[in-house]
T-cell receptor, first 114, second 108 residues
Framework: DADVTQTPRNRITKTGKRIMLECSQT?????MYWYRQDPGLGLRLIYY???????NKGEISDGYSVSRQAQAKFSLSLESAIPNQTALYFC?????????????FGAGSRLTVL | KNEVEQSPQNLTAQEGEFITINCSYS?????LHWLQQHPGGGIVSLFM???GKKKHGRLIATINIQEKHSSLHITASHPRDSAVYIC??????????FGEGTQLTVNP
């Protein structure tokens, strides 16, 4: 099994629908992140969490919300999806105690909003 | 101007060639990361650098802090090296800023 698992891997939905992308990890890392990738742009941070009770906005949090249900689970929600939220979404984890603070990424969730 | 600029944006090489991908940044950093994104979309971390040079197999990463520049080299390139290579810099507060990536295609 992958260290960081994202579901669904692909989703097509319509404008106005509520969508949840789920992320679970077996790394035991405290830090979890949601990123968005668009063609021609670098990865951009949506939200991040350093602990179960900690939620922080990233660069592009408008239109998104998150929930850190447990150390291992971090969900991203689009309350009312719009077409410009069509993108590839990545969940990632890190552990600063290793000194490297290297990110471990999930395989990505491709979301299309029609 | 982006804080992190990669060049070239696209690179096509023949198998066996030596490849260099460049990353320049404009802010103070605590570390620089090189990542590889496979055609299927998955992203893996290759290196984290704060100074000097690191080597792993055919991959070599260097960083010059004074010049705010890093290079990723691939020796004896192979078609399986075809991927997008992404540079990311870690600034204060642990924030990561990503470059747009370099699409590498290695032809047999």
């Amino acid at each position: 099994d992958a260290d960081v698992t994202q579901t669904p891997r692909n989703r097509i939905t319509k404008t106005g629908k509520r969508i949840m992308l789920e992320c679970s990890q077996t790394k035991g890392h405290d830090r979890m992140y949601w990123y968005r990738q668009d063609p021609g742009l670098g990865l951009r941070l949506i939200y991040y969490s350093f602990d179960v009770k900690d939620i922080n906005k990233g660069e592009i949090s408008d239109g998104y919300s998150v929930s850190r249900q447990a150390q291992a689970k971090f969900s991203l929600s689009l309350e009312s999806a719009i077409p410009n939220q069509t993108a590839l979404y990545f969940c990632a984890t890190s552990d600063p105690r290793t000194g490297a603070n290297v990110l471990t990424f999930g395989a990505g969730s491709r979301l299309t909003v029609l | 101007k982006n804080e992190v600029e990669q060049s070239p944006q696209n690179l096509t090489a023949q198998e066996g060639e030596f490849i260099t991908i460049n990353c320049s940044y404009s802010v103070g950093i605590s570390a620089l990361h090189w990542l590889q994104q496979h055609p299927g979309g998955g992203i893996v971390s290759l290196f984290m650098l704060s100074s000097g040079k690191k080597k792993h197999g055919r991959l070599i990463a260097t960083i010059n802090i004074q010049e705010k520049h890093s290079s990723l080299h691939i020796t004896a390139s192979h078609p399986r090296d075809s991927a997008v290579y992404i540079c990311a810099v870690r600034t204060s507060g642990s924030r990561l800023t990503f470059g747009e990536g370099t699409q590498l295609t290695v032809n047999p």
